[in-house]
């Protein structure tokens, strides 16, 4: 008799357009106490599973993956580790909207009124999140971040065929560089997404070089993880926009030009929660202003400030996303054990070499 493969549910839910798969049986393969435990674990011992979902035949490199975990804090319904395209992240406005829609649509979690505040765990703190539903459909997610804050303004990145790049270095639940798409010479145009990413693949290779940092309160979290191009200073009328450029697996120092990065679909929540931060240092967004933040594809977040606290010694900013997620379908994904790619595979055709 031959073994039975190993099997894992999942519901499929895209943000404002950015794919999210929400693995709902996945818990028992992530060990740890804390949630910093539990993405170390991730890290070191899950890479075949997140490889497994994301690449081929199973994925493809515009997917991310959330694995819902029981709560560690008391009062918290569940915990999240996100799986990116460039390894596993502790936080994603996007795939929260996508997993908070997909457990209450689900009845994962109970929908508890019209607006449902549900309490997620995540190795960099607690996030809450307040769903408006109707008649079991969830409308939309206004996420509550954990605290945004700046590292540096206008840092001068030297990057290989771009010359000298400012970047602002910032922190939205992951690190992020963005930079003005105008100091490309780029323009953010859908038709123009093999150039954004490819310049932020050259951007990214470059911070990871240059830019050193480090989460104070969990060192865990450090380095530059996504690049953001946007629209740059905020003008009264005009729409704001931008798009991060996710890792589309290993960056090859030595020949960028075959590297094959993805544009995130949403405006991206960590993303816009790092930008509206930079914003507010430039005295561009006031806290209780919305913030409405546009993506590639012209879907919409509405960012806010809620107000100011610290992290270690830098001022910061309470951010909020709102945005809305729709579930696409539900699925098991199986591996039988006689199944030769056992953590999928990628062909350079579309992915990075190394993937
Ligand atoms: O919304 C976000 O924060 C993200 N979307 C995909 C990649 C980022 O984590």
Redesign the pocket.
């Known amino acids: 008799m031959s073994a039975a493969p190993l099997a894992l549910d999942a519901i499929e839910v895209h943000a404002e357009g950015?794919p999210g798969r929400i693995l709902t049986s996945a818990a028992g393969l992530v060990h740890g106490e804390t949630m910093a435990e539990r993405l170390q674990y991730c890290k070191e011992n899950l890479d075949w599973l997140r490889r497994l979902m994301l690449h081929e035949p199973r994925g493809y490199p515009g997917l991310?993956s959330v694995i819902l975990l029981p709560p560690v804090n008391e009062g918290s319904d569940f915990g999240i580790v996100?799986l990116?395209q460039g390894g596993f992240?502790p936080m994603?406005?996007?795939?929260t909207i996508c997993a908070v829609t997909a457990v209450l649509e689900e009845g994962i979690v109970p929908v508890r009124g019209p607006e449902t505040t549900v309490t997620i765990d995540t190795a960099v703190g607690v996030v809450t999140a307040v769903a408006r539903v109707e008649n079991g459909k969830v409308l939309s997610v206004t996420v509550v971040n954990v605290p945004a804050f700046v590292v540096e303004l206008d840092f001068p990145l030297q990057v290989p065929e771009l010359g000298t790049v400012p970047v602002d270095v910032v922190f939205g639940?992951q690190f992020f560089a963005q930079a003005r798409v105008a100091d490309l010479g780029l323009e953010l145009s859908p038709d123009n997404g093999k150039e954004l990413a490819r310049a932020g693949a050259l951007i990214k290779l470059a911070a990871l070089e240059q830019i050193h940092v480090t989460h104070p309160d969990n060192p865990a979290i450090s380095g530059v993880n996504?690049i953001m191009l946007h629209s740059g200073d905020r003008v009264p009328g005009r729409q704001d926009r931008n798009t991060?450029v996710?890792s589309n697996g290993k960056l090859v120092a030595d020949d960028p030009s075959t590297w094959t990065g993805a544009l995130?679909r949403?405006p991206?929540?960590?993303?816009t929660s790092a930008r509206m931060a930079a914003l507010h240092s430039r005295g561009q967004l006031a806290i209780g202003e919305d913030f409405s933040h546009h993506s590639i594809i012209g879907s919409e977040f509405i960012g806010r400030l809620t107000g100011t606290t610290t992290v270690g010694s830098r001022e910061a900013v309470l951010p909020t996303i709102t945005g809305r997620g729709w579930v696409t379908g539900r699925s098991q994904w199986l591996l039988d054990p006689t199944d030769p790619f056992p953590s999928g595979y990628t062909v350079g055709d579309i992915w990075a070499p190394g993937a």
Not at 268 to 271: L, S, Y
């Open positions: 950015e991310c996100v990116e992240t994603s406005g996007s795939n639940g996504l991060v996710l995130d949403s991206c929540g960590t993303g």
